[in-house]
């Protein structure tokens, strides 16, 4: 690639260092994260539903054991398949990402090293969703279908395992932001010593 063309492709990009004015990856991260968690916790309180059932009757809440492990399986379904654009669309911002290589984050890694293990993390988590997803088809219509507790304690232990997980690298991808300022165009434009005042221009009103 010519420094022409390099320079050209440098010109597209806005001042977030990506060719649109907000990053994708995050909300797709959040939307992945919440259907996991409502998930496994549906699933959790499904698991117990005969020690919970007393309190539901009690508040007058209309629910049945079978609806949260309906609920269950599909958002797991739902964070699998998320997970693909999440995972596809971190690469790509990835891959454009420029961190300063003089600073280094709360957990004395560089810029390119929290880039480098929060990638690989997140083919980890792509890995485990897709995995959790079959494991409970498996639980829904073979192994357990004839049960009711429709998931093995395993299965919410594993899924409590991935929690920890997406924190810790929930936490990596906050230090490529907050700390390396990686696609925060105040930040970057900071860095250049420009105004701030041209955000009013580049970002959508109301953001």
Request: charged residues 10%.
């Amino acid at each position: 690639m010519t420094a022409a063309v390099i320079d050209q492709l440098a010109h597209q990009m806005g001042p977030n260092g990506l060719p649109y004015a907000l990053p994708i990856h995050p909300n797709l991260v959040h939307l992945t994260l919440g259907l996991f968690i409502v998930a496994i916790s549906f699933d959790i309180v499904g698991a117990l539903f005969p020690l919970e059932k007393r309190v539901f009757k009690f508040l007058a809440i209309p629910a049945s054991r079978s609806n949260f492990f309906d609920v269950g399986w599909f958002n797991i379904v739902a964070a699998a398949i998320v997970t693909f654009p999440t995972v596809a669309t971190g690469f790509y911002e990835i891959l454009l990402a420029q961190p300063p290589s003089d600073e280094v984050s709360a957990w004395g890694l560089g810029g390119l090293e929290t880039m480098l293990w929060h990638g690989v993390g997140g083919v980890v988590l792509l890995t485990l969703m897709v995995g959790m997803a079959i494991w409970r088809g498996f639980q829904r219509y073979l192994w357990r279908q004839d049960r009711a507790r429709q998931v093995q304690w395993s299965y919410l232990l594993t899924g409590l395992g991935v929690f920890a997980l997406m924190f810790a690298h929930g936490t990596l991808g906050a230090h490529l932001a907050g700390e390396f300022g990686v696609h925060i165009s105040a930040d970057m434009l900071l860095r250049a010593g420009e105004d701030l005042t041209t955000l009013n221009v580049i970002l959508p009103q109301g953001f």
